[in-house]
Each structure stands twice: as C-alpha cells, then as structure tokens.
C-alpha cells in the first residue's frame, strides 16, 4: 500500500471545489480502487461551516456548563461555546471536566468535533453537517473529470478513551463499504471467526493521518493506493447504536464528582 499526500492545496474557502483542486494535482496518479482520504477541516472550509462565537446566544444549560468547568479548572471558560457545542449536538454524554457529544451524524467526539485553530477570520470551524454526503460530492466531482471508481473518505482527528494522543478516524465515506466483515473466515488453527469486523474507514484514516501531518505544516488530502478490500462481506454500520453501546449506557448513568 502506498499513501501520497496531495501537494500544495491552497488555503480553502467557502464554494470551493474541492474535487477539482485535487484532479489538477493528482489527475494522472489517481487509479480505479484508490481512495482519496480529505480531511473534514477542508470539507468544512469548502461548505461554509465557519461560525463565530456572538453567532451563539446564551442559554442557561450553556452557562451552567461553562461555570462548572471554569470552577474546576479554575479558568475562565466562555459559555457561547458551549452553547456552539450544544447546537451541534444530539446528545450531551459527559458535560464536566469536557464535553463529550454525539454529532447530529453520530460520530461521538468531544466538542462535537468544534475546531477553534486554523480558521481565517473566524472563531470556530463545525464539522460538515453530513460527512458521507460531502464524501459522495467529492467523488463524484472526481467522475465528472474522468477520475472514475476512486473511494473517498473525509477524516478528523479525536482522541481515544483508555489511551492518550489522537489519531486518524472516517466520519463520512463513499465508494467503499465502512468495514469488512471476517465473520465465518477461519483463523490459523481452523477456529471460526465470531465477531471481527475489520472497520477499513477508520484504518485507512489513520494509516493518512501518518503522512498528512498536523499543525502548520499539515497536508488535507491523502491518495491511497496499491490497496484492496478484498472479497469479503462489507458493511457501511460504523457508528454503534444506542441499544448496542454499553459504554454511552453506562455513561447516561454516571455523573463527575470532582
């Protein structure tokens, strides 16, 4: 497998294309079965998902929110950005020391994924409303030129419980299945494989995040290639559901004592 950053995007704004930004710098090496990985940053750039924090009027929750976490942390916290994350948000699962939320897509990050770093005249930058629809747009922009059968996948960057550091994870994919299921293969000793479903998505996104860098000298878009999925079942199931997740159960049950 080979990952190819994108050179030289330029900064992005709102209507830009973002599928004819990559066709003109990769055109020739995109190939059917590669997958373009885009980070959400861009995508949200590109539809206009900037805001600003005087966008957000203050509800009670918010500022209750923002009085209990500057308490703790003995630092001043501003409630027009909770209010931001509780706008963005379909539930609230842990509203003290952070705020841990699932998106209105069910991707479950803290801060319902709001960036408040590299966003040009701008105080905060939201999450694409529907990733897999940007996903969908941005492949077919790239049929349109010629670029055909190639996978996308728009990519954040959250952390990971029981683990520090952050790293690489799909919140929007098309062209592709989200995972690939081994269910009934047999391991080396002829075992039956009972419940491991491979997520690809989220392993392809993090093999990108490797070579797209993070900070100042970050690259927003990834070529995969050389890479098959293979004759396995696949499924687009990614995020749990709440019947599922014993985990967000446990945590609409717990509350911080700090």
Not at 41 to 54: F, M, N, Q, W, Y
Request: proline residues 5%.
């Amino acid at each position: 497998m080979e990952l190819t950053p994108v050179a030289d995007l330029p900064e992005i704004r709102p209507g830009d294309d973002i599928a004819a930004l990559v066709a003109e710098r990769v055109d020739d090496d995109l190939e059917p079965g590669d997958v373009l990985t885009v980070a959400s940053t861009i995508v949200s750039k590109a539809e206009g998902r900037t805001a600003d924090l005087e966008d957000y009027p203050v509800s009670g929750r918010a500022q209750e929110i923002a009085d209990k976490i500057g308490e703790l942390t003995d630092e001043e916290k501003d409630p027009r950005f909770a209010q931001a994350v509780l706008e963005e948000s379909t539930e609230l699962l842990i509203d003290c020391p952070f705020l841990l939320t699932e998106t209105r897509f069910g991707h479950i990050c803290v801060n319902a994924g709001i960036d408040r770093s590299n966003v040009p005249g701008h105080d905060l930058l939201l999450l694409p409303k529907r990733p897999s629809e940007s996903a969908e747009r941005i492949r077919q922009g790239l049929e349109d030129r010629g670029v055909e059968d190639v996978a996308v996948i728009v990519t954040d960057t959250c952390g990971r419980p029981f683990r520090h550091g952050q790293r690489g994870v799909a919140i929007g994919w098309a062209g592709m299945p989200a995972s690939r299921d081994w269910r009934g293969e047999r391991d080396r000793d002829g075992h039956e494989l009972e419940v491991t479903v491979q997520s690809v998505v989220d392993e392809l996104s993090a093999a990108a995040n490797l070579v797209t860098g993070e900070g100042a000298g970050g690259t927003p878009a990834v070529v995969v290639s050389d890479w098959d999925f293979g004759d396995l079942e696949g499924s687009d199931e990614l995020f749990r559901s709440v019947e599922d997740d014993l985990v967000r159960q446990a945590l609409r049950e717990w509350e911080f004592d700090g």
